[in-house]
């Protein structure tokens, strides 16, 4: 076989290098592009105060569904609260705190599986009274998240008008 002359080689040397630096600045390029796409996109979900509110929208017009005794609205937006707890849990599972790191999500299923889960029992019972100590169990735990959070200032109270006002909440 016929050496190449060395011309040659540098050429397909040379050749080689290019590509090879072509295709690191097409990746740095992408790379970029892909971080900054991440920072939009973390810009667009909404924190977990929002996320919160949509708790108490929900937690709201359950107390006043199963006050006016509609129990087909209560057992509605008691599945849309848990729903709404869970997705604030996703959007934020851990706080900063003073001391620490404070795991929320444990709080959250512990809220879910005893508070709600009682509620869901006595909405099937169609129980009043059983639903005004049930709802308060159920405040007063949503409360102790908020002071382990360091936000005892965010107290609970049963509502006296619901938080949507279009809806009809007699049965
Ligand atoms: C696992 C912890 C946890 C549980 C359980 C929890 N919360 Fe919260 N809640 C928080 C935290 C943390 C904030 C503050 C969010 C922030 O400021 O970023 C908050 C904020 C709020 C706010 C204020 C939102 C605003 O910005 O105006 C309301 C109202 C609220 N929670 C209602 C409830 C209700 C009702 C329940 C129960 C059905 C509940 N929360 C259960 C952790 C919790």
């Known amino acids: 076989m016929r050496p190449l002359p060395s011309l040659l080689i540098a050429l397909i040397v040379s050749c080689g290098f290019a590509t090879t630096a072509v295709m690191a600045d097409d990746k740095d390029d992408e790379l970029k592009e892909l971080r900054a796409e991440i920072q939009t996109l973390r810009g667009m979900i909404p924190g977990q105060a929002f996320a919160m509110t949509q708790v108490a929208y929900n937690a709201s017009n359950l107390g006043i569904a199963a006050q006016a005794g509609n129990w087909p609205l209560a057992t509605f937006y008691l599945g849309e609260t848990r729903v709404r707890l869970r997705a604030a849990m996703r959007l934020q599972p851990v706080r ?6 404070l795991e929320l999500t ?13 509620l869901e029992g006595i909405l099937a019972k169609q129980d009043k009274a059983a639903f005004a100590q049930g709802y308060s169990d159920l405040l007063n735990a949503c409360q102790a998240c908020h002071i382990a959070s360091e936000k ?5 109270t049963p509502p006296t008008s619901p938080a949507e006002t279009l809806l009809k909440f007699q049965p």
Do not use: H, M, Y
């Open 96 to 101: 900063k705190i003073s001391t620490g790191d």
């Open 106 to 118: 444990p709080i959250a299923t512990a809220v879910e599986n005893t508070q709600l889960a009682a």
């Open 152 to 156: 005892p200032f965010l107290q609970l």
